[in-house]
């Protein structure tokens, strides 16, 4: 049975991958507003950096409630994560992470002075992960479910909630 520390770093190699995420917060009117979001930086404990102009609509839902999610799909992993958010107006952060492609949005690039950071504190995730051996063992499972007519076991290398 994996630890919860091997769930922890099987949540961070699947995410690490990933180079957008969908950023869920709540609008004013509390209604769920989602949009994709270029991941700047992903970090073992799951938290994770996201450039935004300091005038978007979600900079001010953040201000206004923190608690917001991640959400990451391919066609065979998918993950989320629950946390807080914050913004981030640190220039040696986005000296670090600045990318070039940000010109688009930045024109000034990164002295712009509506580039800032979001930054993820990641409280918890889960994960489905069905690639490689682990989908081959999932398909043998489901298969196996259906002739009998029960629900396919769950694996914990496969799908687990992750305190982080």
């Given amino acids: 049975?994996?630890?919860a520390t091997h769930q922890r770093g099987h949540l961070y190699d699947l995410l690490k991958d990933f180079d957008t995420a969908m950023l869920v917060t709540q609008s004013a009117d509390g209604h769920m507003?989602?949009?994709?979001?270029?991941?700047?930086?992903?970090?073992?404990?799951?938290?994770?950096?996201?450039?935004t102009g300091i005038d978007s609509p979600k900079v001010a839902e953040i201000n206004a409630n923190p608690n917001v999610t991640l959400t990451f799909q391919s066609s065979n992993q998918f993950a989320t994560l629950s946390g807080r958010g914050t913004i981030v107006r640190d220039q040696a952060l986005i000296d670090r992470l600045y990318k070039e492609d940000w010109k688009i949005w930045f024109p000034k690039g990164k002295t712009d002075p509506?580039?800032?950071?979001?930054?993820?504190?990641?409280?918890?995730?889960?994960?489905?992960?069905?690639?490689?051996?682990?989908?081959?063992?999932?398909?043998?499972?489901?298969?196996?479910a259906y002739v009998k007519g029960e629900r396919p076991k769950e694996d914990e290398k496969q799908h687990a909630k992750v305190a982080l």
């Fill in 114 to 144: 509506s580039i800032s950071m979001l930054k993820f504190s990641a409280q918890d995730g889960e994960y489905w992960d069905n690639s490689g051996v682990q989908g081959l063992k999932f398909v043998f499972e489901a298969a196996k």
């Fill in 1 to 3: 049975m994996p630890t």
């Fill in 33 to 51: 507003h989602s949009r994709p979001m270029a991941v700047a930086e992903m970090r073992p404990d799951a938290d994770a950096y996201f450039v």
